[in-house]
């Protein structure tokens, strides 16, 4: 008889709360590999402008922050608006990031992206793996993880700004990698577990750690790259 008793309403229940799981995942995953072409369209049409963009970095990174805080806030309830929004505020992510290529490639170490952008993409991939497949609750790590990103952005701007130490540049990099490595596993299983209700603000999440990891990789990678 405990087969005539089995609650097939919440199997059923349970199966599509499971599909609609992987379907989400799959839709961000999709966006965060449309963002990184964004990216990538954004650094390439301004590769040859280099050393304007280099001029006007601040500004750039000002639009930056206001189409991450206003901008996908606002849309974020507008189909078609958010994505406009997420391809804007990835697009000038790349943008952004044109002066520290455009280094690179001078100092002949143009080798170090692609070798940058390799083991991100096997880091980023094996850590969201164990993520989702990890039997580990990592939803407490939020207010730790934030308050360790703090730490990171006050020392490097004293760093930047007062010490200007190459030795704590490469101290705090290595940090911001170790961190967004973390957040990676924090914000792959968060979204696996459903505690993001649109898949533009998860790709979001997954693609600022992408971003800080490439871009981590690729400073140490030159750094330690360069014979001076």
Avoid: C
Wanted: aromatic share 12%; no cysteine.
């Amino acid at each position: 008889m405990a087969l005539y008793d089995r609650d097939y309403t919440s199997v059923e229940s349970s199966h599509t709360q499971e599909v609609a799981s992987v379907s989400f995942m799959k839709r961000t995953y999709q966006l965060l590999a449309a963002s990184m072409v964004a990216a990538a369209v954004g650094a390439y049409v301004t590769m040859p402008f280099a050393q304007m963009v280099s001029e006007y970095k601040w500004f750039i990174f000002g639009a930056e922050l206001l189409m991450l805080f206003v901008g996908l806030r606002v849309t974020r309830n507008q189909p078609g608006l958010n994505l406009l929004a997420l391809f804007a505020f990835t697009f000038l992510t790349g943008v952004s990031l044109v002066p520290l290529l455009a280094s690179l490639i001078g100092a002949g170490n143009g080798a170090v992206i692609g070798n940058a952008f390799l083991m991100t993409s096997v880091l980023f991939g094996a850590l969201s793996l164990f993520a989702i497949n990890s039997k580990t609750d990592f939803s407490s790590w939020g207010k730790p993880l934030f308050i360790t990103l703090i730490v990171v952005i006050i020392a490097s701007l004293i760093n930047m700004f007062i010490l200007q130490s190459p030795i704590m540049h490469v101290i705090i990099t290595a940090g911001i990698l170790l961190l967004f490595s973390i957040f990676t596993i924090y914000d792959t299983q968060n979204i696996a577990n459903g505690a993001y209700d649109s898949p533009v603000d998860a790709a979001v999440s997954l693609y600022l750690d992408f971003l800080n990891i490439f871009t981590s990789l690729l400073q140490l990678l030159g750094i330690f790259g360069n014979d001076e």
